[in-house]
């Protein structure tokens, strides 16, 4: 198995960018590289968004649906895009240190089945009220969040979390339905 391919703190405002870098020593790009690549950092940058990941991806490495973690840390991303969907068997993903805001983006990642580790912590988003017990609860095979094992606790208290908003939503669509 190859190392990562490392294009951190190479200032890349866009994972387009990355084609134009060569990656942190100690990592080699596709091109006569036959060892399978599964894991690109691109931590420590000035990346916004990730509409450009899937062309940027398949552009460096062999095989990109062997990608099972891949490290977003230290950037500038609001928004989560539907693109990390086409990486099924990745296992983990960091996105801490980011500006995310909203507990909606971390429902885009229910559609990656292998997902064990995720890191959020340092973005807006860790502030809000209940933020563990949502991400467990709608990331249920998480083994680790934020550098931190999942617990049986976690497990039970993320499952009230969901029972008792779930029952919020239920009443608030009556209450409406009644007006």
Avoid at 165 to 170: T, V
Wanted: net charge neutral; hydrophobic share 35%.
């Amino acid at each position: 198995m190859a190392p990562p391919l490392d294009f951190s703190f190479k200032n890349l405002a866009t994972l387009t960018d990355s084609l134009e870098e060569e990656p942190r020593k100690g990592t080699k790009l596709k091109e006569g590289y036959t060892d399978i690549v599964t894991a690109v950092r691109y931590n420590n940058n000035s990346i916004h968004e990730l509409g450009d990941l899937v062309p940027s991806i398949t552009s460096l490495v062999v095989n990109p649906a062997a990608i099972s973690w891949l490290d977003f840390s230290f950037n500038d991303i609001t928004q989560l895009d539907d693109s990390l969907l086409q990486f099924p068997n990745m296992t983990t993903l960091y996105l801490h240190g980011n500006q995310l805001m909203s507990l909606n983006e971390v429902k885009r990642l229910s559609g990656l089945p292998c997902l064990r580790t995720l890191t959020l912590h340092g973005n807006p988003l860790e502030a809000l009220d209940g933020y563990r017990q949502f991400v467990l609860g709608t990331l249920p095979s998480l083994k680790q969040l934020d550098f931190s094992s999942v617990t049986k606790q976690d497990r039970a208290d993320a499952e009230n979390w969901k029972k008792l908003c779930s029952k919020k939503m239920k009443m608030s669509k009556k209450k409406k339905v009644a007006e």
